[in-house]
Protein backbone atom coordinates (compact mmCIF):
# COMPACT_ATOMS: atom_id res chain seq x y z
CA UNK A 1 0.00 0.00 0.00
CA UNK A 2 0.73 3.07 -0.98
CA UNK A 3 1.99 5.70 1.78
CA UNK A 4 1.22 9.18 1.31
CA UNK A 5 2.39 12.19 3.59
CA UNK A 6 0.36 15.39 3.05
CA UNK A 7 2.16 18.81 4.32
CA UNK A 8 0.32 21.35 5.23
CA UNK A 9 2.43 24.67 4.67
CA UNK A 10 0.08 27.31 5.36
CA UNK A 11 -0.72 28.24 8.87
CA UNK A 12 -4.35 28.84 8.75
CA UNK A 13 -6.73 25.52 9.37
CA UNK A 14 -9.41 27.40 7.07
CA UNK A 15 -7.65 28.61 4.11
CA UNK A 16 -8.03 27.73 0.64
CA UNK A 17 -4.63 25.01 1.05
CA UNK A 18 -6.32 23.14 3.41
CA UNK A 19 -9.47 22.70 1.73
CA UNK A 20 -6.72 21.65 -1.09
CA UNK A 21 -4.72 19.40 1.24
CA UNK A 22 -7.94 17.63 3.21
CA UNK A 23 -9.42 16.72 -0.95
CA UNK A 24 -6.03 15.23 -1.56
CA UNK A 25 -5.61 13.23 1.35
CA UNK A 26 -9.38 12.19 0.87
CA UNK A 27 -8.53 11.23 -2.93
CA UNK A 28 -5.88 8.91 -1.73
CA UNK A 29 -7.72 7.57 0.83
CA UNK A 30 -10.38 6.65 -2.14
CA UNK A 31 -7.87 5.11 -4.38
CA UNK A 32 -7.03 2.66 -1.11
CA UNK A 33 -3.93 4.55 0.21
CA UNK A 34 -2.64 5.15 4.17
CA UNK A 35 -2.73 8.97 4.17
CA UNK A 36 -1.07 10.97 7.36
CA UNK A 37 -1.28 14.67 7.24
CA UNK A 38 0.90 17.67 8.76
CA UNK A 39 -0.51 20.64 9.47
CA UNK A 40 2.51 22.80 10.06
CA UNK A 41 0.22 25.81 11.94
CA UNK A 42 -0.33 23.14 14.72
CA UNK A 43 3.25 22.00 14.95
CA UNK A 44 5.41 23.58 18.46
CA UNK A 45 8.50 24.34 16.92
CA UNK A 46 11.33 26.69 16.85
CA UNK A 47 11.30 27.72 12.83
CA UNK A 48 14.91 29.58 12.79
CA UNK A 49 17.92 27.83 12.20
CA UNK A 50 19.81 29.72 14.61
CA UNK A 51 23.20 28.58 13.96
CA UNK A 52 23.02 27.27 10.67
CA UNK A 53 24.53 23.75 9.88
CA UNK A 54 27.75 24.93 12.31
CA UNK A 55 26.24 23.44 15.68
CA UNK A 56 23.14 20.81 16.97
CA UNK A 57 20.27 22.40 17.76
CA UNK A 58 17.43 19.52 19.24
CA UNK A 59 14.79 19.00 17.70
CA UNK A 60 11.41 19.53 19.20
CA UNK A 61 8.75 16.62 19.57
CA UNK A 62 6.54 17.90 17.14
CA UNK A 63 10.05 17.63 14.68
CA UNK A 64 11.34 14.32 15.43
CA UNK A 65 7.27 12.82 14.47
CA UNK A 66 7.59 14.74 11.55
CA UNK A 67 10.81 13.39 10.54
CA UNK A 68 9.66 10.12 11.16
CA UNK A 69 6.52 10.61 8.79
CA UNK A 70 8.83 11.61 6.07
CA UNK A 71 10.97 8.59 6.60
CA UNK A 72 7.86 6.89 6.40
CA UNK A 73 6.30 8.01 3.51
CA UNK A 74 6.75 6.46 0.14
CA UNK A 75 4.62 10.13 -1.69
CA UNK A 76 5.50 13.59 0.00
CA UNK A 77 2.55 16.51 -0.88
CA UNK A 78 3.22 19.90 -0.18
CA UNK A 79 0.69 22.15 -0.23
CA UNK A 80 1.22 25.78 0.22
CA UNK A 81 0.72 29.39 -1.05
CA UNK A 82 3.40 31.73 -2.65
CA UNK A 83 3.78 34.51 -0.39
CA UNK A 84 5.98 37.19 -2.23
CA UNK A 85 6.95 34.93 -4.75
CA UNK A 86 8.31 32.85 -2.23
CA UNK A 87 7.22 29.70 0.68
CA UNK A 88 5.53 30.96 3.22
CA UNK A 89 8.25 31.38 6.68
CA UNK A 90 6.57 28.38 8.53
CA UNK A 91 7.50 26.03 5.68
CA UNK A 92 10.92 27.64 4.67
CA UNK A 93 11.61 27.21 8.70
CA UNK A 94 10.37 23.90 8.64
CA UNK A 95 12.38 22.95 5.66
CA UNK A 96 15.55 24.25 7.15
CA UNK A 97 14.82 22.89 10.75
CA UNK A 98 13.68 19.19 9.45
CA UNK A 99 15.59 18.49 6.65
CA UNK A 100 18.96 18.42 7.86
CA UNK A 101 22.20 16.94 7.15
CA UNK A 102 22.40 13.05 7.98
CA UNK A 103 18.83 13.28 8.17
CA UNK A 104 17.91 14.36 4.79
CA UNK A 105 21.59 14.14 2.77
CA UNK A 106 25.09 14.13 3.93
CA UNK A 107 28.11 15.94 2.49
CA UNK A 108 30.98 13.55 1.35
CA UNK A 109 34.04 14.54 3.02
CA UNK A 110 36.90 15.83 0.23
CA UNK A 111 34.12 16.32 -2.42
CA UNK A 112 31.96 18.70 -3.74
CA UNK A 113 28.93 15.35 -3.70
CA UNK A 114 26.53 14.45 -1.10
CA UNK A 115 24.41 11.66 -0.40
CA UNK A 116 20.79 11.57 -1.17
CA UNK A 117 19.30 9.61 1.90
CA UNK A 118 15.23 10.62 0.67
CA UNK A 119 15.73 8.57 -2.47
CA UNK A 120 13.15 6.47 -3.48
CA UNK A 121 9.91 9.01 -2.79
CA UNK A 122 8.21 10.83 -4.95
CA UNK A 123 5.95 14.45 -4.26
CA UNK A 124 3.70 16.43 -5.62
CA UNK A 125 3.71 20.46 -4.89
CA UNK A 126 0.25 22.00 -4.88
CA UNK A 127 0.70 25.63 -4.66
CA UNK A 128 -1.85 28.63 -4.95
CA UNK A 129 -0.88 32.02 -5.78
CA UNK A 130 -2.12 35.32 -6.48
CA UNK A 131 -0.22 35.50 -9.43
CA UNK A 132 -1.29 35.07 -12.49
CA UNK A 133 1.12 31.49 -14.15
CA UNK A 134 2.56 33.38 -17.60
CA UNK A 135 4.01 35.94 -15.12
CA UNK A 136 5.33 33.99 -12.60
CA UNK A 137 7.09 31.87 -14.75
CA UNK A 138 7.85 34.68 -17.67
CA UNK A 139 9.09 37.15 -14.86
CA UNK A 140 10.02 35.23 -11.26
CA UNK A 141 10.96 32.05 -13.36
CA UNK A 142 8.94 29.89 -11.30
CA UNK A 143 11.39 30.72 -8.31
CA UNK A 144 8.98 29.36 -5.93
CA UNK A 145 8.40 25.92 -7.25
CA UNK A 146 12.00 25.79 -8.13
CA UNK A 147 13.30 26.35 -4.19
CA UNK A 148 11.54 23.56 -3.33
CA UNK A 149 11.24 20.78 -6.15
CA UNK A 150 14.99 21.44 -7.35
CA UNK A 151 17.10 23.07 -4.70
CA UNK A 152 15.38 20.95 -1.81
CA UNK A 153 13.23 17.74 -3.21
CA UNK A 154 16.19 17.27 -5.86
CA UNK A 155 18.71 17.85 -3.64
CA UNK A 156 17.54 15.47 -1.21
CA UNK A 157 16.93 12.65 -3.21
CA UNK A 158 12.88 12.86 -4.32
CA UNK A 159 12.10 12.43 -7.73
CA UNK A 160 9.79 12.76 -9.67
CA UNK A 161 8.54 15.77 -8.20
CA UNK A 162 5.06 16.61 -10.02
CA UNK A 163 3.70 20.02 -9.68
CA UNK A 164 0.02 21.77 -9.75
CA UNK A 165 -0.55 25.58 -9.31
CA UNK A 166 -3.89 27.61 -8.64
CA UNK A 167 -3.27 30.96 -9.78
CA UNK A 168 -5.19 34.12 -9.37
CA UNK A 169 -6.89 32.72 -6.31
CA UNK A 170 -7.78 36.61 -5.34
CA UNK A 171 -10.15 36.67 -8.28
CA UNK A 172 -11.12 32.70 -8.55
CA UNK A 173 -15.11 32.64 -8.01
CA UNK A 174 -16.78 29.80 -5.72
CA UNK A 175 -16.90 27.17 -9.34
CA UNK A 176 -13.76 27.59 -9.78
CA UNK A 177 -12.12 27.04 -6.49
CA UNK A 178 -14.35 23.73 -6.72
CA UNK A 179 -12.50 22.67 -9.68
CA UNK A 180 -9.37 23.18 -8.20
CA UNK A 181 -10.48 21.20 -5.21
CA UNK A 182 -12.20 18.16 -7.10
CA UNK A 183 -8.84 18.22 -9.20
CA UNK A 184 -6.38 17.74 -6.15
CA UNK A 185 -9.13 14.50 -5.43
CA UNK A 186 -8.30 13.36 -8.66
CA UNK A 187 -4.37 13.62 -8.20
CA UNK A 188 -4.80 12.00 -4.58
CA UNK A 189 -6.51 8.99 -6.24
CA UNK A 190 -3.84 8.44 -9.24
CA UNK A 191 -0.47 10.02 -7.83
Not at 31 to 56: C, Q, T, W, Y
Not at 79 to 87: A, D, F, I, R, T
Not at 99 to 121: M, V
Request: aromatic letters at 12%; proline letters at 6%.
Amino acid sequence: MKKVLVILGHPDANSLNAALAENYAAGAREAGKEVRMLKLGELNFDPILHSGFSRDQPLEPDLLSAQEAIKWADHLVWVYPSWWGNLPALLKGFIDRVFLPGFAFKYRPNSPWWDRYLSGRSARILMTMDTPALYNALVYRNANINALKRATLHFCGIKPVKVATFPGVRFAHEARRRQWLDAVKAYGKKD
